[in-house]
T-cell receptor, first 112, second 116 residues
Framework: SQKIEQNSEALNIQEGKTATLTCNYT??????LQWYRQDPGRGPVFLLLIRENEKEKRKERLKVTFDTTLKQSLFHITASQPADSATYLCALVNNAGNMLTFGGGTRLMVKP | GAVVSQHPSWVICKSGTSVKIECRSL??????MFWYRQFPKQSLMLMATSNEGSKATYEQGVEKDKFLINHASLTLSTLTVTSAHPEDSSFYIC????????????FGPGTRLTVT
């Protein structure tokens, strides 16, 4: 069966460091992979999309890599700030449509 | 930027009653909207795809007669939880693609449903 796995344990890092979150998937051939941020009691907010033929995408302090051989995406936040503390969700989209399948999310805590 | 709103933001109802949740796309049209459910400390699970002017498509295991979806206009989809039970208590979130065919989605702020 299809699985999308994110580290369920919270990631605690110091302000200014780079946070790296992992998304692994099995039995899936996504055409796109997306990352969303979710704050408690709120809906997710879109951050970045990367296509299957792209290796890396950047947006300000954010960087996403996509390795279709390893079936893995890494999400980096450089120069992290306490305001970056949230749950980060990866989501896969196949070519058939625009339905998102979400991973379980990883909670990031950035300490000042 | 475009925004998706939901109403109400939270609701408490008694077991056996029905609750309607509205999802609106503000300043953009959405022929397709999606409804998700999220239990505490879990991820979003897609319940159904709402299509303007046609029947919704439900995911496996989601009872279509219990979760009624109506997409009556290009800016409004509604989810009605009928004969609610305590196990229906959850966080319900809707979303809509940025534009027709887009892969990125705008999400609403969510509706917290508590059934007593």
């Amino acid at each position: 069966s299809q699985k999308i796995e994110q580290n369920s344990e919270a990631l605690n890092i110091q302000e200014g460091k780079t946070a790296t979150l992992t998304c692994n998937y099995t039995n899936y051939s996504p055409a796109y992979l997306q990352w969303y941020r979710q704050d408690p009691g709120r809906g997710p907010v879109f951050l970045l999309l990367i296509r299957e033929n792209e290796k890396e995408k950047r947006k300000e302090r954010l960087k996403v890599t996509f390795d279709t051989t390893l079936k893995q995406s890494l999400f980096h936040i450089t120069a992290s700030q306490p305001a970056d503390s949230a749950t980060y969700l990866c989501a896969l989209v196949n070519n058939a449509g625009n339905m998102l399948t979400f991973g379980g999310g990883t909670r990031l805590m950035v300490k000042p | 930027g475009a925004v998706v709103s939901q109403h109400p933001s939270w609701v408490i109802c008694k077991s056996g009653t029905s609750v309607k949740i509205e999802c609106r796309s503000l300043d953009f049209q959405a022929t397709t909207m999606f409804w998700y459910r999220q239990f505490p400390k879990q991820s979003l699970m897609l319940m159904a795809t709402s299509n303007e002017g046609s029947k919704a498509t439900y995911e496996q295991g989601v009872e279509k007669d219990k979760f009624l979806i109506n997409h009556a206009s290009l800016t409004l989809s509604t989810l009605t939880v009928t004969s609610a039970h305590p196990e229906d208590s959850s966080f319900y979130i809707c979303s809509a693609p940025f534009k027709q065919g887009a892969r990125e989605q705008y999400f609403g702020p969510g509706t917290r449903l508590t059934v007593t």
